[in-house]
């Protein structure tokens, strides 16, 4: 039987960390929460006592700066996982802290492998997640079964693809989100009803999940999460300091950044990124909603 | 057997009246060309002999000085089309130009539709183009028969309205493509395989039918058209004037035609509008083709 570990028990790390119980695994969690020592998780205490008893340890934590002090920070990863031991990172955090914390865990000959998730709280309960792995191939191997536990995983390329690809991901979401909002502003303001040119579009090259997913979510005002503006602005912050720190200009990233900042400022950060409606209806005085949304 | 008329034999306009041909209608055309008259088309010599032919006149002209030219203008549909017949133009043009003459056509009794297309020259080979219509339902119901040999009809709302959802449309592709774009060069940047991002994401909230259909053409260069960057931005200036013209701020679609331009300025106005992934190649010195892509 397989000895995990789990740090980071959130919106997202508990559903996921129960789910790897679920398939029968040994988990060691920190600060463990009743649902899952429920479930069979075991109380490690702190990282270095989920270090202790595990010979994986995944993370699902807020940020780069977390799963640095996690993984090295005092009473860390590093300081208590034998050589050998394999860390797998879900967070969504900047590509170059992954190589950073990938290099210091190497130097104490602990593996790192990076595997943020995409699909929210709905499939991180259902265990059908999308997984962007980076790292070696042979690690990837070795994670693989207890990923699957989770969801669907695809190796993107060496240490650091897969938050590159979640980032690449968290781009076109942002932007494409905020295009349908501005589109659907046009419309509302020639006095055409958003809902009907929802209808008479959504099959042909402007359909995407996204619209399937965010334009009625625009037209009845539903905007309870889902993905919260906060946490996309946090990933937008990491694609234009990775993006910039590549020397990369990402000139619709950095305008649909400012435009979840203008959110958060409103006190939007909690609501559903869908709510990028509210700021064109800000922006140009309109309202998305049909008659009948309440709001 | 109804009386048509079609004006504006282009790459579009001939297979689509090809389509009403085959479906059994009579067809008179202006400048006909010769596939269109081996296909039974009549030559009307003239916008006006298209009008004393036809009950219902389609247009399928480049843009609104072209539409406003040939409804309104000397020899003109205006002083030919008898009380109570039908214009369904079919063009995309700026929704306030159809509001404009479809007032003026009123006054001499004559009713317009818009029905702007989407999805290109095949499907208008293949009959099944996304149709989108504004104008009266009675006018509508009228059309609807024909509009069918052509494609699938929806009505949008009042008159201008499809033209409307055209515009919608159009902002919310060119701005995917580019994100699509911007979000690619960052994985290529960072040194991860485009191709791969696009395997893991494409399932996911990022994935679109412009995903699907572009971001291939990116990575192999394919960038015969499809539908021509000069095409887009023609389409953008049509949504920057109808914006502007009602007070409605569109940072993206805005920045999107700027992106258009430049590719005009560098000679690539005939390359499908997948080609921003060149704009983004010369904003940030990247390629993102794979190995094996020739050019």
Chains 1, 2 share one sequence.
Do not use: W
């Amino acid at each position: 039987m397989a000895r995990l570990g789990f740090i980071g028990l959130g919106v997202m790390g508990r559903p996921m960390a129960k789910n790897l119980l679920k398939a029968g695994h040994r988990v060691a969690v920190h600060r463990a929460r009743e649902d899952v020592v429920a479930a069979g998780g075991e109380d490690g205490k702190s990282p270095a006592g989920v270090a202790a008893a595990a010979d994986i340890v995944f993370l699902m934590l807020p940020d780069s700066p977390q799963v640095r002090d996690v993984a090295l920070g005092d009473g860390g990863l590093a300081g208590a996982l034998a050589p050998g031991r394999l860390v797998v990172d879900m967070s969504s955090i900047n590509p170059l802290a992954t190589r950073e914390i990938g290099a210091a865990l190497a130097e104490r000959g602990v593996r790192l492998l990076d595997a943020p998730v995409s699909g929210g709280q709905e499939k991180a309960e259902a265990g059908t997640l999308a997984i962007m792995a980076g790292g070696d191939e042979r690690d990837f191997r070795e994670a693989e079964p207890f990923l699957r536990a989770m969801g669907a995983p695809t190796l993107v390329g060496p240490l650091g693809s897969g938050q590159t690809a979640k980032l690449v991901n968290q781009t076109i979401v942002a932007v494409n989100i905020a295009a349908i909002a501005e589109g659907m502003a046009l419309a509302k303001r020639a006095g055409v009803d958003p809902a009907k040119v929802f209808g008479a579009i959504r099959n042909g090259l402007a359909g995407s999940r996204c619209m399937e997913d965010k334009a009625p979510r625009m037209f009845e005002k539903r905007f309870d999460p889902g993905f919260r503006v906060s946490l996309h602005a946090k990933d937008l912050a990491n694609v234009l300091e990775a993006g910039h720190g590549l020397r990369l200009a990402m000139p619709f990233a950095s305008q649909a950044m400012e435009m979840l900042q203008v959110l958060m400022n409103d006190g939007f950060g909690d609501l559903d990124h869908s709510a990028l409606a509210k700021y064109y209806e800000k922006l140009n005085a309109v309202d998305l909603g049909t008659a009948d949304a309440d709001d």
